[in-house]
């Protein structure tokens, strides 16, 4: 079904995005600029919030998956509600269309091998929307990190409550992004979890510090909240020759070497883009469909994040993985405010 298009020297991809709550409606604003893509229509049953994107975006909007598959599209975005996305990309994967499924992969394990099982079967595309790992300071830290012996990785993603609270908690909505960026470093998994976990004020947990080690060897560490009024996010991750310290939303990146016996030693910044992540994620998508090559952030590796993430919530130390699903309820989201198109 791909077009020619003028635009670019391949033919034209056409896209839509499946739930433009506050994430598709993003996915759909990059979509809709893309040389070589055609944003050919997003769905939602919430009709209005469809109609508000697809008329600022100059879009079709329907109100279901299906309308949407029968508008014609080669690849579609999956930003609806967790607990929806394996259904949703088996009925696209069904009519032949590539898939990107935002994070988490699904609500379970199983379920998110189902997704994968399927792709291959029809032999499509299947991308997981990890979208910190285009965060041009991320990318500058593992650059730093790429030949180096890590010894030790510690993130911090801390913050207020967000003003819509799912019944998902720190876990399953923010330390499986760094979960996911600890395999990535130090392209292992993880093999151990040490969980603390605590709801200090909502029904899920709203505290979690995290320790893991990697099967390589490597100690990494996640502090996670929802109680700190002020938004962080650093990466420090310490390796035999360096000390590299990033702050993903400030993208500065310090990288601290050539120890001395006498303890001092030299500190320069590192070079960092300023590519916005989303639409690295989602050109990276569109590369893959067009190339036919294995997109940057696999089914594989969504599954694999989930699962240490439902390790965590199951609450036991110094257990070794076994790849178990566990389900976690991601129930309806709250009536919420009609989300902007931002750019975020
Ligand atoms: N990568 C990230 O950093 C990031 C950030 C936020 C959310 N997410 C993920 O994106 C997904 C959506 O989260 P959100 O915060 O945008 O939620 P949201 O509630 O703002 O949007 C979800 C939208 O999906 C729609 N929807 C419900 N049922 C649907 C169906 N059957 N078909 C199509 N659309 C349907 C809803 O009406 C809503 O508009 C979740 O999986 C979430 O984990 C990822």
Known sequence: MLQSASTT?????????????????????????FPGVVLAGVADPDRKQAHFVGSTLGCRSVGSIEELLDCGVDAVSIAAPTHLHRDIALACIARGVHVLVEKPIASTVAEGEDIIAAARRAGLTLMIGHVERFN????AIAEAIRSEDILSIAITRVGPFPPRMSNVGVVIDL??????????FTGSKIIEVQPQLSNAVAEREDIALLQFRTASGVLAHINTNWLTPFKARTVHVATKRKYVIGDLLTRQVTECYGFQPDG?????????????PLRAELTAFIKAIREGTPPPVTGEDGVASLAIAIQCLNGRADTEISPQAVPYVEAPAPRRVRPAIVKS
């Open 175 to 184: 330390a499986v992004h760094d979960i996911d960026l600890i395999c990535w």
């Open 9 to 33: 020297a391949g033919p034209s991809v056409r896209v839509g995005v499946v739930g433009v709550g506050v994430m598709g409606s993003n996915h759909a604003r990059v979509l809709a600029e």
């Open 264 to 276: 001092s030693y030299s500190m320069r910044h590192l070079s960092v883009g300023h590519a916005e």
């Open 136 to 139: 041009p300071a991320v990318q």
